[in-house]
C-alpha cells in the first residue's frame, strides 16, 4: 500500500527543475546519455549525474549500458503515463514566472523566449511523441481519424472496436494481445485515452497506440524533428494518412 511518505518522496523527484526537464525530455521514448541531457537542462555533467542517480534510485529511470556508455530511459510507460498526466494537469500561470513572464494559450508562463524556442514550442504543438505514442495536434488527428471510421470507441471506454483489431491486423500487420477491456496483471491496455496537454483532448495510447507510432516510423512515414521530441509526417506519410485514415495534415482535420 502507498504511504504519505512514498507520494511525498515521489513527489520530491519531481520537485526540481532539473530532473523535471530530463523527465520531460525523456518522454521521447529514447535513451539518453548524462552528456546529452545535462545539456539539455543546461547543467554540468556532474550536476546531471547527482540527479540522474535519485531518478534512477527513486524508479523513475531505467539505467543501460553499453561498453563504456550509460544510458537512462524511463522506467516504463506507467513512468511516462505519469508525468503526461502531470503536464496535462497545469493550466494556471506561475506567480514564480518572474516579472515580464507572459501566459501561452495552453495557461502556461512563457518567459522572454527568442524564435527558436518559440519554433520549437509549435513543433511540439503540431507533433511529438509521447514516449512510445504519437501526440500533439498530428496524435489527436489520427486518434479522432480513427473514431470517425469505427475503428475506435472513445464514448464505450476507449476500446478499439472488432473492425479497429481487424485494421491493424490487416493494414498495419500487427496482431494486437488481449481484448482491450480488461487487460491481464502487468499487460499494459491494447487502447487507452492519454490527456494531450497541448490540444486538452485525448489521443491514442497503449499498445496500439506504440503499435501505430512504431509503424509510421518503420514505413518512413514519420521523421524527428532534430534531436527532440517534435515529429513531423514525410510526404510519403501525408499520403498514406490521408489514405488510410483520410486525415488531411494540411487542412488539419480528419477528411477535409
Known amino acids: 500500500m502507498t504511504t504519505a511518505d512514498d507520494l511525498a ?55 543501460e549500458r553499453q561498453g563504456r556508455h550509460r544510458y537512462v530511459r524511463l522506467a516504463d510507460a506507467t513512468v511516462a503515463q505519469l508525468i503526461e498526466d502531470l503536464a496535462s494537469g497545469i493550466t494556471a500561470p506561475s506567480t514564480a514566472a518572474g516579472e515580464g513572464a507572459a501566459s501561452s494559450s495552453s495557461g502556461r508562463p512563457t518567459a522572454g523566449r527568442g524564435l527558436r ?14 514516449y512510445d505514442h504519437l501526440a500533439g495536434r498530428l496524435g489527436v488527428l489520427v486518434t479522432d481519424a480513427m473514431t ?41 491496455p491494447t487502447a487507452r485515452s492519454c490527456l494531450d496537454w497541448t490540444e ?35 510526404p510519403a506519410g501525408v499520403t498514406a494518412l490521408r489514405d488510410l485514415l483520410g486525415v488531411d495534415t494540411t487542412a488539419g482535420a480528419p477528411g477535409q
Do not use: K, Y
Open 117 to 130: 524556442a518559440v519554433a520549437a514550442s509549435e513543433a511540439l504543438r503540431r507533433g511529438r511523441t509521447c
Open 148 to 188: 470517425s471510421r469505427g475503428l475506435l470507441d472513445q464514448d464505450g471506454g476507449f476500446l478499439l472496436t472488432v473492425a479497429g483489431r481487424a485494421w491493424f491486423a490487416e493494414t498495419l500487420g500487427a496482431d494486437l494481445p488481449g481484448s482491450g477491456r480488461r487487460p491481464a496483471a502487468g499487460r499494459r
Open 9 to 63: 518522496a515521489l513527489a520530491a523527484l519531481l520537485a526540481d527543475r532539473t530532473r523535471a526537464a530530463m523527465c520531460l525530455a525523456l518522454l521521447d521514448g529514447r535513451a539518453w546519455t548524462a552528456g546529452e541531457l545535462a545539456a539539455h537542462a543546461g547543467v554540468a555533467r556532474s550536476t546531471a549525474t547527482g540527479h540522474l542517480h535519485r531518478l534512477t534510485s527513486g524508479g523513475l529511470l531505467t539505467e
Open 200 to 234: 486538452r483532448r485525448p489521443h491514442l495510447a497503449g499498445a496500439a497506440g506504440a503499435q501505430l507510432c512504431t509503424t509510421f516510423f518503420a514505413n518512413g512515414w514519420l521523421v524527428r524533428i532534430g534531436s527532440g521530441r517534435a515529429v513531423r509526417p514525410t
